[in-house]
């Protein structure tokens, strides 16, 4: 039979953290799913601590990667080998309280309209010490699709919700993540066109908040391309233009009625009034750079 919940966690040069991952994952009250680590190529030794994980535990399998071929694709490719009906992602830094997974499959099994359901968070240090919460909010229960689209797109938040429990089936009707900066953005706000998310108030989800994070060490969006894809690193990015794009393409794919499709594509214009500068400052970018080399 296979489980209930696939938890992919991808890494790459991750072992200061990956044990505490895996333990607070092995440790959930719910014990219904199976663990896939797929390691990007790591060469601090990622990917034999995964493998000891796996001779001690039947439901760690792990898969081994001999060169980084970017986050977006050991993101994706960890979803594409799960077997549950529900499926989440684990970032290697993050923590997990006891019951979370428990909560989050009793919500969606108690609310069928619902394609994600998540926790509340707390942010925590390397050390696993609670830096202090994380609040934000976002009406993405609203029945109304286009709402929740425009929540999701509009309203500032981290998107920790694509760390949360999600319908497979939902999932794979997605692009999943692409090989560009914000694409975590775009499949939540893919996903909130497909159906509601469900939040529960307790904070279960144990956020690593530390110097390494790749928003950290890549703050501005156009550096962080070669994060999500290593061949794209040279690329002219225009980051804001491409979510932009990627926007108006989910709405374009959702299952929507037509007047739902028109309301969801008109909440593409205050994101324009609002992100006009970042807008503008892509097209700068090129035209800068030209100007300034030798």
């Excluded at 039979?1 to 991750?14: A, D, H, I, N």
């Excluded at 990627?246 to 794919?253: L, N």
């Amino acid at each position: 039979m296979p489980p209930r919940v696939t938890v992919g966690l991808p890494v790459y040069e991750g072992k200061r953290f990956l044990a505490g991952a895996l333990d607070s994952l092995l440790a959930q009250d719910f014990d219904d799913f199976e663990v896939i680590v797929s390691d990007n190529g790591s060469t601090d030794g990622s990917a034999d601590l995964a493998a000891d994980y796996a001779a001690r535990d039947g439901r760690v399998h792990v898969v081994r990667g001999f060169r980084n071929v970017g986050a977006a694709r050991n993101f994706n490719r960890v979803f594409e080998l799960g077997r549950g009906e529900l499926f989440t992602w684990a970032a290697c830094d993050d923590r997990h309280a006891p019951t979370w997974m428990a909560r989050c499959v009793e919500a969606l099994d108690a609310d069928p309209g619902a394609v994600l359901a998540y926790t509340r968070a707390l942010d925590v240090d390397e050390a696993g010490n609670v830096l202090g919460p994380v609040d934000f909010e976002l009406a993405t229960d609203d029945p109304d699709p286009a709402r929740r689209f425009g929540e999701a797109v509009l309203r500032p938040h981290p998107c920790f919700q694509v760390f949360g429990v999600i319908r497979a089936d939902v999932l794979a009707m997605t692009q999943l993540l692409g090989p560009y900066s914000g694409s975590d953005r775009v499949l939540l706000a893919d996903l909130a066109l497909r159906g509601r998310f469900v939040e529960i108030p307790e904070r279960l989800f144990l956020h690593g908040e530390h110097p390494d994070r790749s928003v950290n060490v890549h703050y501005y969006e156009h550096e962080r391309y070669a994060w999500f894809d290593p061949r794209r690193a040279s690329l002219t990015a225009f980051p804001n233009w491409r979510l932009l794009g990627e926007y108006a393409r989910v709405v374009h794919r959702a299952p929507l009625s037509r007047d739902d499709r028109r309301r969801a594509y008109a909440r593409l214009g205050p994101w324009i009034g609002r992100f006009g500068k970042e807008l503008a400052r892509d097209l700068a970018r090129p035209v800068r750079r030209v100007l300034t080399s030798p």
